[in-house]
């Protein structure tokens, strides 16, 4: 059994997630190779900027486009 390493995406949803308490619902990170965009809904504008700094944490140096709806 193999077990592949994460991606990239996958490490910077792990850490959103961790950042805010898993209160972004329907939580999606896009990567390529000139953005991050995050996606998903909340319910205020603070977890929506923790998601955004725990992005930031993994890739401080990529353009991000934080595209979380606050509902």
Do not use: C, W, Y
Not at 8 to 24: E, H, I, K, N
């Amino acid at each position: 059994m193999s077990t592949n390493p994460p991606t990239l995406a996958d490490v910077v949803l792990r850490r959103v997630s961790d950042r805010t308490g898993r209160r972004v619902r329907d939580l999606v990170v896009e990567v390529d190779p000139n953005r991050v965009v995050l996606r998903g809904t909340t319910r205020s504008f603070h977890v929506k900027q923790l998601a955004q700094h725990g992005a930031q944490e993994v890739l401080p140096d990529a353009r991000l486009e934080n595209a979380i709806v606050v509902e």
